[in-house]
């Protein structure tokens, strides 16, 4: 499973880069506006500063919901470097442009996905990824996880090569989870990867092991 960071926060993204098990970066508008990142030509920057620490795909959103200006800015956004992977939502002017940009070989990402049926059509279009956002499904009382099982099931069935990104992670729990179900991509925050890492019986462990190699030197 691929991990990418969600965020714009580019000290968080060099300290996941650094760990070296960082695939890519995923954003959203308000995740650049969390960061205090605003205004067209910010954006654009900041986008280029998030490819030139990691090596992989940076997802990097449209603002338009319109399909004409949708291409337009995705066009832009995918001009500004090889990594950039063009984020539409998931609506209809959005699958349009999925279409359109899939059949030019510019990388997609279908975001706010919420249902098995939005995840079969982004697909059909020939999304690269399908963002489900299962803490968002989870937070009103709909199972998350089992949207990312359905869509596993739909895209094996028929061998699509849409990568499964999984979304709205919130901890490591998630992180586990979607791996056992077989999310291509799991995309969330630092905590939920550094989340990975840690067990009291390790820190006990090297602890005593320390402690031990003191007493025979
Ligand atoms: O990748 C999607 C993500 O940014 C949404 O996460 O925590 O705002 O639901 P969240």
């Given at each position: ?5 969600d ?5 968080q ?29 910010n ?17 990097a959103e449209?603002?338009?919901?319109d399909f ?8 832009e ?7 950039i ?43 690269t ?5 299962l803490?968002?499904l989870?937070d009103?009382?709909t199972?998350?996880?089992h ?6 099931q739909?895209?094996?069935n ?10 709205s ?22 905590s939920?990867?550094?989340g990975?890492l ?12 320390l ?5 025979g030197?």
């Amino acid at each position: 499973m691929k991990f990418f960071i969600d965020t714009a926060n580019l000290e968080q993204i060099k300290e996941a880069q650094a760990l070296g098990v960082l695939d890519g970066v995923t954003t959203n508008p308000s995740l650049m506006a969390k960061e205090g990142i605003t205004g067209k030509e910010n954006i654009l920057h900041h986008y280029k500063a998030i490819c030139n620490i990691v090596d992989g795909d940076v997802s990097a959103e449209v603002i338009a919901t319109d399909f004409d200006t949708m291409v337009k800015e995705g066009e832009e956004l995918a001009a500004l470097h090889s990594q950039i992977v063009v984020k539409l939502p998931m609506i209809k002017e959005g699958v349009k442009a999925c279409k359109y940009f899939s059949d030019k070989g510019i990388k997609t990402n279908m975001t706010l996905v919420f249902s098995a049926g939005q995840a079969l059509l982004a697909a059909k279009a020939g999304a690269t990824y399908v963002s489900p956002f299962l803490g968002r499904l989870d937070d009103v009382a709909t199972d998350g996880l089992h949207l990312i099982s359905e869509i596993r099931q739909i895209y094996d069935n028929y061998a699509f090569e849409t990568e499964i990104l999984s979304a709205s992670i919130r901890h490591t729990m998630h992180v586990i989870n979607c791996a056992k179900l077989g999310s291509d991509v799991m995309t969330g925050p630092l905590s939920a990867i550094m989340g990975l890492l840690k067990h009291p019986l390790t820190d006990i462990g090297l602890a005593k092991f320390l402690e031990d190699y003191q007493k025979g030197n």
